[in-house]
């Protein structure tokens, strides 16, 4: 593969870690929310959705990481 294709690679996983980390970020809020309502119970639900979108940015972000050496060699 050609360096520009690598780059557009690593630009589009760092768009997908940025997209997934903002999602957890408006479930976070919400989860918030919930607990400083009260519903603790509540506010741990909703959050349980965080943890595969956190999972998800990882790899993404491993990918990037991966692209990028693969790019300088």
Known sequence: MVKPVFNDAVIACLDEVHSRLSEATQIAKAAQACA???SLSEAVTVSMDIEQLIYEAGRLHDAASLLNRL???
Do not use: H
């Open 36 to 38: 400083r309502a009260g």
């Open 71 to 73: 790019a300088q060699d």
